[in-house]
């Protein structure tokens, strides 16, 4: 079984390597994005004061005293570093735009929990290297203010994620939750582990080794995700599809009083004429079987405004780009299944527009509820 000291040493370890590779191995065109450059400092910031409190547990030997002072130590430390962990993923999500009065109140949590800490260590009278009953009951209450920091954090984490997978998913033509689903993964393990922080920091031996085997697993899963969007072009596509969401609304808040007049609503009719129209033409030239869509090309296509597309889409019976363009390859690739069955799948799914064959296999199957390969054995026979 692993000691504590051999995991406070593992864990420093770790955090220090962590907090190099962000601040010392960002390529130069990273920088040019002001809120990944913020939030790399961040999260290098955040692994650091936990490497510093790896250090400072092994050097003093807190577990060794007891377990208020280990306690006291982790939650000095801890509480800051998953702010600046939690801000950094934020930062990412929004590109920045976090108000001063959110850090306001998450920077307050922590100076709260901090001087209740400090405040017991100095005024209870028992020394730090005792175990002290009015130190306990201060950390129990500072792992509740924890709680409550990283809570608030995870619902603006959680509302931003969202905000995003809409926009990606109205945007493409197929999901591309591959783009940004480590924010997911990270906020989830993140939550996990702040509800388990409380309870566990308390323990000793197996528990504690297993909840910081986790800990490291999860901080440095987000950290080198973190780092590996920020320098991608995933995140270039992320933030084009989110102005385009961002262009919609704005558009829509504008047009809702004339549309909502007779006028506005002749107009709509007529726009709404065209737009089916335009789209049969589209479909006639099969546009959609070309790779990687998104709606600014279709708009771009069909030669109307994007908002428009993206409005109809979301009233039409496909509710977005993806549900058009699937259901329309579907469609070609039984035909051609039928057809041409001296084609291959792989053949099948370019020629219909799919990037993959195992795309293709699913969305074929949760269409047709066979397999593209099964589906056209079963048309030889006919």
């Not at 689903?181 to 582990?193: E, F, N, T």
């Not at 709404?272 to 030239?285: F, K, P, Q």
Request: glycine share 6%.
């Amino acid at each position: 079984m692993i000691t504590t000291g051999e995991m406070q040493i593992s864990g420093m370890l770790t955090m220090t390597v962590l907090s190099v590779m962000l601040v010392m191995s960002a390529p130069r065109r990273s920088t040019r994005r002001s809120s990944f450059a913020k939030a790399r400092w961040m999260m290098a910031g955040g692994t650091a004061l936990i490497a510093l409190q790896f250090l400072l547990q092994h050097a003093f030997g807190f577990r060794q005293m007891g377990v208020t002072q280990a306690v006291c130590c982790n939650l000095l430390f801890f509480t800051p570093a998953s702010l600046l962990c939690s801000m950094a993923i934020l930062y990412v999500q929004r590109q920045g735009k976090v108000s001063w009065k959110e850090w306001l109140i998450g920077s307050s949590i922590f100076a709260l929990s901090a001087m209740i800490l400090i405040g017991t260590v100095v005024l209870d009278g028992v020394p730090f290297r005792e175990e002290s009953d009015a130190l306990r009951i201060a950390e129990y209450v500072s792992s509740v203010l924890f709680v409550v920091m990283q809570t608030y954090i995870f619902t603006m984490q959680y509302k931003a994620y969202k905000r995003l997978e809409l926009a990606v998913d109205e945007y493409y033509d197929r999901s591309r939750r591959d783009l940004f689903g480590w924010m997911g993964l990270s906020m989830k393990a993140m939550a996990l582990l702040v509800f388990l922080v409380p309870l566990v920091i308390f323990m000793q031996g197996t528990p504690l080794v297993l909840f910081s085997i986790g800990f490291f697993f999860a901080i440095s899963y987000s950290t080198i995700s973190l780092y590996t969007y920020g320098v991608s072009k995933d995140v270039e596509k992320v933030e084009e599809a989110e102005m385009s969401g961002e262009c919609r609304t704005e558009s829509v808040k504008s047009a809702t009083a004339y549309e909502s007049s007779a006028d506005g609503t002749a107009e709509a009719n007529s726009t709404l004429y065209t737009l089916n129209s335009t789209l049969d033409r589209w479909i006639e030239g099969g546009h959609y079987r070309e790779h990687n869509l998104t709606l600014s090309i279709v708009a771009r296509q069909m030669g109307v405004p994007q908002k428009q597309l993206q409005e109809w889409l979301r009233q039409s019976e496909y509710k977005k780009l993806a549900g058009l363009v699937t259901t329309l390859r579907i469609k070609e690739a039984q035909r051609v299944l039928t057809e041409h069955p001296e084609w291959s799948v792989e053949s099948v799914a370019d020629y219909c527009g799919f990037n993959d064959r195992k795309y293709f296999h699913q969305v074929f199957q949760q269409y047709t509820g066979t397999t593209p390969a099964k589906y056209q054995a079963k048309e030889k026979k006919h």
